[in-house]
């Protein structure tokens, strides 16, 4: 297959997209039969005013990957086009707002199939003036126009300090930069935390903010936190999440991003026609991190301390956010992995390990037997976290029994949902002797043993074994303590009213006492039931029970 074959196969949205940024960076290759073409209507536009983006060489109907890159070195606009009798042409306006459209050369970038072409226009104050970087514009700068486009360096003093809050200077070329000695001073001025207040505007327009990386190494050898505020979005890096050395020539470069564009929305589009159950709420955060050095650059990607982000929703957001099915997921390509979070008072708030691009969905998952059932509102808040799924992909199966196993795989999905479990070390040797290294309840069992949780008889797990009441019990009040629910073992004795209280084991009867008091579990309404298996519906209602109440 040739080289514009494989081109003309990439008709997705994000194929064309991945392909026109990796074309971006080399060479265009191959043959193509007819000249690839790309034009723009003007060399200079307004702010507010329309440019045009047209070229030829395509046929109808092929796919063609535009990209605009924004002074700042930032993607302003990214959209697939489709030719029409060989032509392809989109018509833009550009944005009034400073923030949005700051002024200097815009770079378009068109690909197809193997080949691309590439042209420039500027956004200027006025036309035919050769003034792209006014030295008057300076939204939120504290020193307009005096730091030059494209400085290498950031001046020491760039910014401006205020106690522990730092507010980054705006340069020419519509990036915000905050110096080393701004930096120190906020830090000198810090108690725990340096916060860099960014305009609400640079989340839309994804205006990146740089910082020496010097500055991360004074974070991290003071052991302070960095708070990246911009309108409702709060980032908190907390020391050694970002490492850096402190060559005074290498920055660090941090690009938030709340814009829900074409491609992503392309994506999540996909994403909800391959699975009914996700419905979009039209939050979206990116953050990139890039380590700069000269002209070489180089993504960081995983944190060496999870951030904790907040988002604060807009009235009408929080409102059609149901806090039971919504959480927060990495956009893989084109898979969602959940990474949790929660919401209340209508702050969605979540942890990452990594920095990519995230949204808030939410989960409605629906399984035909359990319509009607007592279980099912618990079942799908659980699903919705992914603390439990299907026997397949329409049925849950609320009557059949659940394993040991089962039950500590589950637990252990919430304890992590909540996020304050401590860690164990990895490469622990398994407790059990009867849990194999290879199975998928290996992990949990093990931190579930290690936390104290779970325990076994005698050296062995008896991981088919089905769970009894009583056991549940005690798994569940020792799991309290994550919880920040009142228990733990030994706290809240009390005698049970449970008709067959003699039937319960001595080992659980303080146990079954907290369970019943903290609303955990329930009987029958006269008996506990000690020794009865425990069913996945009543799985469900337990570890539902168990998580915290978040509110709208």
Known sequence: MTERKRGMNAVKKYVAAIMLWILALSPAAGYAAAPFELAVSAKEVLRGGTITLSGTGTGSGSQVAVKIVSPAKTTFYVDVLTAVNGSYAKTLTIPSDPDLA????????????????????????????????????????????????????????????????????????????VGADTMNAAIKQSGGAVTIELPAAALKSGTPLELPAASFKSLNDNNRELVLSAGDVAIRLPAGAISASGDAQSKVRLT???????????RLDRLIRSDASFKSTGVILSVDIQLLSGSASSDIHDLGKPAMVTIKLTPEQAAAISRQTAGVYYLNGEQAEYVGGTVSDGVFTFKPKHFSTYAVLQYDKRFVDLASHWSETAVRSLAAKHIVTGVDASHYEPSRSITRAEFATILMRAVDWKGEAPTTAEGSAQPFKDVAASQYYAEPVAMASALGILSGYDGAFRPNDKITREEAAVALVRAAKYFSLSGGEGIGAGKSSFADQADISAWATVAVEQASTQGLMQGDGKQFNPKSPV????????IDRLLPVATN
């Open 535 to 542: 069913v996945r519906a009543e799985a469900a209602a337990m």
């Open 102 to 177: 700051p002024y200097g050369t815009y770079t378009v970038i068109a690909g197809y199939g193997s080949d691309s072409a590439q042209k420039t226009f500027a956004v200027v104050e006025k036309l035919g003036g050769g003034n792209e970087n006014p030295g008057n514009e300076n939204p939120g700068n504290n020193n307009p126009g005096t730091t030059p486009a494209n400085g290498s360096a950031i001046p020491s003093g760039a910014g401006k300090a205020s106690g522990s809050v730092a507010q980054p200077e705006l340069t020419l070329d519509g990036r915000y930069i």
């Open 256 to 266: 938030l991003n709340t814009s829900l564009t074409d491609d992503m929305q392309g």
